[in-house]
């Protein structure tokens, strides 16, 4: 099971990061591209057909504003692509339409502002299907975050 964590800029690393936590969490290996889909065109074609013949299942893909990354990404593969809107103006509402309005035939699943760990974790789960060993690692992680939950909030809240 691969992920590829494919952004536009540099300047997006520190956003994109959950992403990786996440997969590092439940040892989904994955790598990490700063590619743009409109400075860098040829450049990413020719990854999104090397990742296919290594055999990746799944790409998250972070962009801002105009936030084409994503789209066009998904626009070359049949992978399935979980975009993140990342905030850059408007106060990430451009990016956040951009990714969640695609075309019929050609989604893009979409995550919160700046959420790259959720992008991680619909992977994981989208990777659960067809693995059951990853399955139990989730339904764990699932356990323990609604054990951890209800013994930090048991006592009631002073307000």
Do not use: W
């Not at 990413?44 to 296919?52: G, N, Y």
């Not at 975009?83 to 979409?110: H, R, Y």
């Not at 959720?118 to 659960?128: D, F, I, K, R």
């Amino acid at each position: 099971m691969k992920v590829a964590i494919i952004f536009g800029s540099k300047s997006d690393t520190e956003k994109m990061r959950g992403a990786a936590k996440c997969l590092k969490e439940f040892g989904i290996n994955y790598s990490a591209h700063i590619l743009s889909a409109h400075r860098v065109p040829e450049e990413l074609e020719k990854t999104l057909s090397k990742l296919e013949v290594e055999g990746y299942d799944v790409i998250i893909a972070g962009a801002g504003l105009a936030a084409h990354l994503p789209g066009v990404i998904a626009s070359k593969t049949i992978l399935p692509v979980i975009g993140v809107p990342i905030e850059a103006a408007f106060n990430g509402m451009d990016a956040l339409l951009s990714i969640v309005q695609m075309p019929k035939s050609i989604p893009v699943a979409t995550v919160g502002l700046n959420n790259s760990y959720n992008a991680g974790m619909l992977a994981v789960q989208m990777l659960s299907i067809k693995s059951p060993e990853l399955k139990e690692k989730l339904l764990a992680f699932r356990k323990n975050m609604k054990e951890q939950f209800i013994s930090e909030n048991s006592l009631g809240v002073e307000l």
